[in-house]
């Protein structure tokens, strides 16, 4: 069984600062993904990042990048210089083969 | 550039009725998912099928049959809605376990 916990149902940024998502997750699988996906009022679903668990490196894209912590079972997002653009639902997910789990979502706020 | 495409946008069925949603997929991939989002809940998995001929269920697949016609397509049917079935309906399509979601639009379903 697997799931994804999300502690901040609702956060807000200063355009231009940074700010960190919250995500644990607890899992039984030895090998397992890792994701953070953004919905805009849009509605669509779009992959900001991907982690492999059995890679220490914490992944990067542009100005998003997670603090991977295997132990804690602890996966964070942070966006840097913010962005207007950046202001969506933001979810985090992991699983295992064809298995996904989503956290219930934290919305951004990002203030001009 | 198609990607992923369901039909239709929006529906509103009365308790009972019957309907199926469709979804088709431009990228040549194996995996296909059904999922519902509802307020408050994230994503959960209704259906997958992992590759063309095989299909699982997923977290929550009580009320739903799905079809994997051929390895664009995966369709969503209802045979008896229910309000509990309110929902916004999500198809993502992946190239394998553990790869980047593609998602459609989303379907919004009422049951009245």
């Known amino acids: 069984a697997q799931t994804v916990t999300q502690s901040q149902p609702e956060m807000s940024v200063q355009e231009a600062e940074t700010v960190t998502l919250s995500c644990t997750y607890d899992?039984?699988?030895?090998?397992?993904?890792l994701f953070w996906y953004k919905q805009p009022p849009s509605r669509q679903m779009i992959l900001v990042i991907r982690?492999?668990?059995?890679?220490?490196q914490n992944a990067t894209e542009n100005r998003f990048s997670v603090n991977f912590q295997k132990a804690a079972k602890s996966f964070s997002l942070k966006i840097s210089d913010s962005q207007l653009g950046d202001a969506a639902m933001y979810f985090c997910a992991g699983g295992s083969n064809y298995k996904l789990t989503f956290g219930k979502g934290t919305l951004l706020t990002v203030n001009p | 550039n198609a990607g992923v495409t369901q039909t239709p946008k929006f529906q509103v069925l009365k308790t009972g009725q019957s309907m199926t949603l469709q979804c088709a997929q431009d990228m040549n991939h194996n995996s296909m998912y059904w999922y519902r989002q509802d307020p408050g809940m994230g994503l959960r998995l209704i259906y997958y099928?992992?590759?063309?001929?095989?299909?699982d269920k997923g977290e929550v697949p009580n009320g739903y049959n799905v079809s994997r016609l051929n390895k664009r397509e995966f369709s969503l049917r209802l045979e008896s809605a229910a309000p509990s079935q309110t929902s916004v309906y999500f198809c993502a399509s992946c190239g394998g376990p553990n790869e980047k979601l593609f998602f459609g639009s989303g379907t919004q379903l009422s049951v009245l």
């Open positions: 899992t039984s699988e030895s090998d397992y993904y």
């Open positions: 982690q492999e668990a059995y890679k220490q």
């Open positions: 099928s992992a590759s063309e001929g095989t299909t």
